[in-house]
């Protein structure tokens, strides 16, 4: 099957620093790709590459079997790609409604966004009225989901999706996502904390100063090699 996403051999610099060193990485429609690492491992800049949002020093990248290398923002977007960034990324003096409503660009409808928004996350329709940073970080998480799904993406990248929210509400959160990717989406998620997302992922690397220390399926294995790449990572 075609990667939906794939990036060859990819470096990516600020400025004359270096922070990818030639990184492989593919995601298939339907699959969860975890990519986990330290601090400053290179994980966020690997999602920014991904969504057209840093550029490529070297390496290609790939939407859908045809190569985006040096494609513009907007037209990465027009492909099918969507970024949920860290911090969540949900407009907190605008109401749930407001938040959704904002997404009509897409083409559909303010009822159909609604609907899938509140279907997915019930608590959204009960909030629907409720200015968006007044909710638990967990509430504004699953809105800045129901966003990004408004946008019918082919390749969903999720930065730190767990970050300060309870292991409930992680839980709840990614079985959504894995929702998400048995109706034909490729999810590339970046993680620190590997706990909270290798019971939801079918394939995971692991990133070490810019390179992908350790691949595989998330078995008893991989996650035995995690402690040592990194603590190794720090040295």
């Known amino acids: 099957m075609t990667p939906l996403l794939e990036l060859k051999n990819v470096r990516a610099a600020y400025d004359a620093i270096t922070v990818l060193h030639g990184i492989?990485?593919?995601?298939?429609?339907?699959?969860?790709?975890?990519?986990?690492?330290?601090?400053?491992?290179?994980?966020?800049?690997?999602?920014?590459?991904a969504a057209g949002n840093h550029p490529v020093k070297s390496g290609q990248l790939w939407l859908g079997g045809r190569d985006a290398t040096g494609m513009a923002l907007g037209d990465?977007?027009?492909?099918?790609?969507?970024?949920?960034?860290?911090?969540?990324?949900?407009?907190?003096?605008l109401t749930v409604r407001e938040n959704l409503q904002m997404m009509t660009f897409t083409g559909r409808s303010r009822e159909e966004i609604e609907e899938i928004a509140f279907s997915r996350f019930p608590i959204l329709g009960k909030r629907a009225s409720q200015t968006a940073g007044t909710m638990s970080g967990g509430e504004q998480q699953m809105l800045a989901l129901s966003r990004g799904l408004a946008t019918d993406p082919a390749v969903l990248?999720?930065?730190?999706?767990?970050?300060?929210?309870a292991p409930l509400i992680v839980a709840e959160l990614y079985e959504q996502v894995a929702e998400i990717a048995r109706q034909g989406v490729?999810?590339?998620?970046?993680?620190?904390?590997?706990?909270?997302?290798?019971?939801?992922a079918d394939y995971a690397a692991v990133l070490v100063r810019g390179r992908v220390g350790h691949h595989g399926q998330p078995d008893a294995e991989f996650k035995k090699e995690l402690a040592t790449l990194y603590l190794g990572s720090s040295s």
């Open 24 to 49: 492989d990485l593919s995601v298939s429609a339907g699959q969860v790709v975890a990519l986990l690492g330290p601090n400053g491992a290179g994980k966020t800049t690997t999602l920014n590459v």
């Open 157 to 165: 990248l999720l930065d730190e999706l767990s970050m300060g929210l």
């Open 186 to 200: 490729a999810v590339l998620i970046v993680e620190q904390f590997a706990a909270a997302v290798l019971d939801y």
């Open 76 to 93: 990465v977007a027009r492909a099918g790609v969507c970024l949920i960034p860290e911090g969540r990324g949900v407009f907190p003096n």
